[in-house]
């Protein structure tokens, strides 16, 4: 569940102020294991999947404040590595905040008048979901920004209209992902299946291994298509992003045997995640990454991890 700071009576009841601004930090997401089965129409071509999600707290920051009535949206992006949507053909309609703004407005019978900031550190088009995570983190500002409390299924079933990623990420934590991802079962703190997870070493520190280089998630798919999974592949997407990003293969292979306890490629990559259970084994995949340039970046961070909604309110 998406965790919450700002006070329970700082707003939403009569004689409370409403919130001015809102800011949600939402996780980027890896998958522990991604079982892809066959693509169906109905879907638009998506793939049935079988996943156990994983967030983690490599975050994106979304700030939303109200506009004046009739004022429309905006969107101003900042971080030092926003890939394609730093060119200027990116277009900000296209942004998966903006969609979810528009989804969200729509749903509420509300008009999309709200400022967008997202500060941007997960990595872009990198296998991470960071553009669901921007989208989820979008939907959790607009539910208190707007003052809807709506429950968390019904900002699953929004999420779910963009995106196979995005109702994952609007609760974060572990989760097992069916249908085309969408179908979220909770693995909540405590069950046993969390404890397996935890006790199979899924869990406290990783290793980001990260590109410039972007992979396409449709062209991955097609990929997995023509070459199938690789033999034990726990992510059946990662022989087909492979066969796109070799470096992630190689990356994989130093992890591995450096020690890490997992690792993988993310999702649909090009990005790798490696679990490192001891400070000395951390030491020695980021020390073999470093000396082999098998990565470009190396981004530290803890699993699993849930959004946080801060909650500023009108003076
Ligand atoms: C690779 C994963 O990140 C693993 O969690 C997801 O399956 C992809 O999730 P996503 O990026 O949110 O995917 P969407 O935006 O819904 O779909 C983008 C494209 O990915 C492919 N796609 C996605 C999900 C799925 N179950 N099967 C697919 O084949 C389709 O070509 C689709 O047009
Ligand atoms: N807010 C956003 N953040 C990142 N990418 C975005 C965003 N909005 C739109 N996009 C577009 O979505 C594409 C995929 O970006 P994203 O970072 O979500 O990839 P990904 O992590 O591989 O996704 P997934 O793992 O969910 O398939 C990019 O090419 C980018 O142009």
Known sequence: MPSRTGGDNAYGHDGRRSPAMVSVDCPAKTNLTL???PSHAKWGGRHE???IYCALDLTDTV??????????FSLDLAGEHLGDLASSSSDMRRNHA???LFAM???AGREPDVALTIDKRIPVGAGLAGGSADAAATILALNALWELDWPLDRLRKVA???GADMPFCVAGGYARGTGYGEVITPILPGSDEERALRDAGYAGAVLVGAYQAQLSTPEVYAAFDAVGAGEGDRNHLQQAAISLHPRSGRAVEEAL???ASHAFVSGSGPSVVAFTPTPAIRHDVLAAWERSKAVDR???AQAPAVPTVSVTVAR
């Open 35 to 37: 079982e892809v089965g």
């Open 49 to 51: 999947l079988d996943t």
């Open 63 to 72: 700030t939303a404040c109200e506009k004046p009535a009739g004022s429309g």
């Open 98 to 100: 903006v969609l979810a």
């Open 105 to 107: 407005a729509e749903e």
């Open 160 to 162: 779910a209209t963009l």
């Open 257 to 259: 045997a450096a020690g």
């Open 298 to 300: 190396i981004i530290a």
